[in-house]
């Protein structure tokens, strides 16, 4: 009951953010543009509006993740805010936990605003309702909550700037995790093959969440192990994450 009350109070705070809608706006300006975007190019216009549109959706929901999880404790203590609600008979993780899931619905509320607009532009298009897309929309969404747990992880022991700076590297190694498995495939040494395979493991990869390039074409996507399972993922590493954050958060000094 705490955390909902906490994680409403989140969610209110959020919609009036002004980052928030600057990313909203932007992603839902790309869609709308996709299809004089798709005039402009060669090949498929359908497939090249989709991609584009969520495209859009998932970076705007990575961004938004990251820049609303950055403030999430240095907004509370630059407005001392963190002291009235800490000093009641709170714990520090309920407060962190609540404070992440009201981060959360908001993400997943633009989610499937971005989607649907997506689905009626191209709908207008090729009279045909897109449904099968919006998977990939909802995998945006695991994602964008793994970068959220990151930058909350960081906005407990440092700056809002040196957060995002770390976030966003993390969002980059993230994307790029299969050069981990190629160097632990080429790797000679037994034990260079076990770290850099252990890295693999250990970093998070994003790469699981993308599934625009098989949905945009056509392929057939399994719905247990191209979506499910990689939601299933995102949030035992967002899960992670957030109790690494509250034991940091735990012992940190607020005076």
Known sequence: MKIYAIALNTFREAVRHRILYLLFLFAAGLIASARVLGELTVGDKLKIMA????????????????FL????????????TIHVVLAKPIARAY?????????????????????LELLAV???????????????????????LVILAFSVVF???????????????????GHLSWTFRMLANRAVDEGLQSFWYAVYLVLPNLERFNVR??????????????????ALYGVLYALFLLLAASVIFERKDMT
Do not use: N
């Not at 407060?95 to 989607?115: H, M, R, S, Y």
């Not at 390039?213 to 990689?230: F, K, N, S, T």
């Open 122 to 144: 191209l709908y207008a298009f090729s009279g045909e309702w897109k449904w099968i897309l919006m998977e990939s929309a909802f995998l945006a969404f695991f994602e964008a």
């Open 69 to 80: 999880g950055i403030g999430l404790v240095s907004r509370e203590m630059e407005r001392r």
């Open 51 to 66: 991609d584009v549109g969520l495209s859009g959706i998932s970076l705007s929901a990575a961004m938004i993740g990251l």
């Open 213 to 230: 390039a098989e949905l945009v074409h056509g392929v057939p996507v399994d719905i247990r192990y191209g979506v499910v399972l990689p």
């Open 155 to 173: 906005s407990t022991f440092t700056t809002p700037i040196l957060a995002a700076f770390y976030t966003l590297a993390f969002y980059i190694i």
């Open 95 to 115: 407060f962190l936990f609540g404070k992440a899931l009201g981060l959360a619905v908001t993400i997943l509320v633009v989610v499937v605003f971005l989607g």
